[in-house]
């Protein structure tokens, strides 16, 4: 059974940080490439940052310089580190694992900032 479980969430302050952790089971991490996502009340879901299974990174303008994805293939999670948080920021964050055409989300995690 596949699952991929983010933790991490929460009500930060503007300019705070957090670090969001997906882990995976059911699946062989270290092939797939996984990537966070997010999504605002009202909005449609929207890419953020993506690490290859070769470790290869890229982020969304919005948060590049902010945003560091990182991945343990020991422990099978990815990491999102957030920094420099805006109110904007705010969103459910979902991790996603690709391989070839098959996509598998995770339910997601909140992330408030606000003062």
């Known amino acids: 059974q596949v699952q991929l479980v983010e933790s991490g969430g929460g009500l930060v302050q503007p300019g705070g940080s957090l670090r969001l952790s997906c882990a995976a089971s059911g699946i062989a991490f270290s092939a797939h490439a996984m990537a966070w996502y997010r999504q605002a009340p009202g909005e449609q879901r929207e890419w953020v940052t993506t690490?290859?299974?070769?470790?290869?990174?890229n982020y969304a303008a919005s948060v590049k310089g902010r945003f560091t994805v990182s991945r343990d293939n020991a422990r099978n999670t990815v990491y999102l580190q957030m920094n420099s948080l805006k109110p904007e920021d705010t969103a459910v964050y979902y991790c996603?694992?690709?391989?070839?055409?098959?996509?598998?989300w995770g339910q997601g995690t909140q992330v408030t900032v606000s003062s």
């Open positions: 996603k694992a690709t391989s070839g055409s098959i996509g598998r």
């Open positions: 690490i290859t299974s070769g470790g290869s990174t």
